[in-house]
């Protein structure tokens, strides 16, 4: 069978270190923490106090005040990075053959906030039954999707992706393989998170997987430090247009990136601690490689799944070296997370969008916030602490991973001039 190519054409971002695709490259490039003490609601009484929000976000500058009610956060995040992708990627939307067209997101937790909410007017009320009857159709995962083919008209495949934090890398996948296997002609892919609330903050700290360091907001997270305590909790979303690329030349498109090919796995091993030998890191990493048929020392640079937990970066590096073997110290390595957090389910999004602008502007974004050496990591590995670095990047690989045990790992090349 004749497997067609596909490649992405739009991108939109609305992260902690930038409101939009040229904003967030600006932000990692240079360096920049997306981590500040919360401003959603009052973190007095919390462990933690502090998280990578999206900064100066008013949904009514992108909608009327009626149709933002009916949308969750993560909703209306959803659509805002969505528009930006579609406006980037010049789509004629009255042009395509719109049965032809899906839509094909990722989240973790869905609307959180929308819970919360109604559970805590419940439980503040007499006990009768009174639910606001959009409390459903803004929770639902799945409504991100809906929503935004009905805003396009696209008639194709639609659903959201759930593997907690490995959900947009497994959209992602979902939507290349429907358009290499010409089910397909364009897909609006991606993830959406809006879980700093209450109850998100709430839930990950009773878990102490995220990092405590309420004095120092801007350095907390600091993957492959020898002092890193957890993960900093991010929202956000990163949208995607993927397509067939004859589809693509043929409009004229201009293509950030091929993907070429996509792995997943499951470590089989704990709810929500990695594998700690990285085996499956070790297998979706393998599993990517083999579907785009390249040997690992065509590899230039990988963006890591890199939390800043103790276990998760020594277990990840592990898998590394064990895939790269020699060709590890040749690549560049760094966890953006470090500068936006994690955004959970958003985070494939937005850390494939990464990967695509690293080839675009040959460049490595870093990892920020490195201060202490861990002898855990062997030191010729070159994970780009504190500054990028110019090099030629013609193949970057992006890792993601969820509680569960769920593994996702996608490979973008640069286009032949």
């Known amino acids: 069978m004749n497997l067609k190519r596909v490649v992405i054409t739009g991108m939109g971002a609305l992260t902690p270190v930038g409101n939009n695709l040229q904003e967030y490259w600006h932000g990692l490039s240079n360096g920049v923490s997306g981590a500040a003490p919360i401003t959603k609601y009052d973190a007095e009484k919390f462990r933690v106090k502090f998280a990578c929000e999206v900064k100066n976000f008013d949904p009514l500058e992108h909608f009327d005040r009626k149709e933002a009610r009916k949308m969750d956060t993560f909703t209306q995040y959803a659509m805002v990075v969505c528009a930006e992708a579609i406006t980037d990627s010049g789509l004629n939307l009255e042009a395509i053959n719109a049965d032809r067209a899906g839509v094909i997101w990722g989240s973790g937790i869905g609307g959180l906030q929308t819970f919360q909410d109604e559970v805590r007017t419940y439980a503040q009320g007499d006990g009768s039954p009174r639910f606001n009857p959009f409390f459903i159709p803004k929770m639902i995962a799945d409504i991100s999707a809906g929503q935004i083919s009905i805003k396009y008209g696209f008639r194709g495949p639609n659903f959201v992706t759930v593997s907690a934090c490995a959900s947009a890398t497994n959209a992602i996948i979902d939507a290349f393989n429907y358009i290499r296997l010409g089910m397909m002609d364009v897909a609006i892919t991606g993830g959406s998170e809006a879980a700093v609330t209450e109850a998100g903050m709430g839930g990950f700290s009773a878990m102490k997987a995220l990092s405590e360091r309420n004095d120092s907001p801007e350095t907390a997270s ?196």
């Open 222 to 417: 600091r993957p492959f430090d020898k002092d890193r305590d957890g993960f900093v909790l991010g929202e956000g979303a990163g949208a995607l247009i993927v397509e067939d690329y004859d589809h693509a030349v043929a409009r004229g498109a201009k293509i950030y990136a091929e993907i070429i090919g996509g792995g997943m796995s499951a470590d089989a091993h704990h709810i929500t601690a990695p594998h700690p030998e990285g085996i499956g890191a070790y297998n979706v990493m393998k599993n990517a490689l083999a579907d785009a048929n390249i040997a690992p020392t065509a590899v230039d640079y990988i963006n890591v799944h890199g939390t800043s937990t103790p276990l998760g970066d020594i277990s990840e590096i592990m898998a590394i070296e064990r895939v790269f073997g020699e060709n590890a110290f040749d690549l560049n390595i760094s966890s953006t997370k470090s500068m936006t957090g994690h955004l959970l389910g958003a985070a494939g999004g937005i850390e494939a969008i990464a990967c695509a602008l690293a080839i675009e502007n040959q460049t490595a974004p870093p990892t920020i916030n490195h201060f202490t050496d861990d002898e855990r990591f062997d030191s010729r590995l070159n994970l780009t602490f504190n500054k990028a670095q110019q090099r030629e990047i013609k193949i970057a690989q992006s890792n993601t991973f969820g509680f569960g045990g769920h593994n996702t790992s996608i490979i973008l090349r640069k286009l032949d001039d």
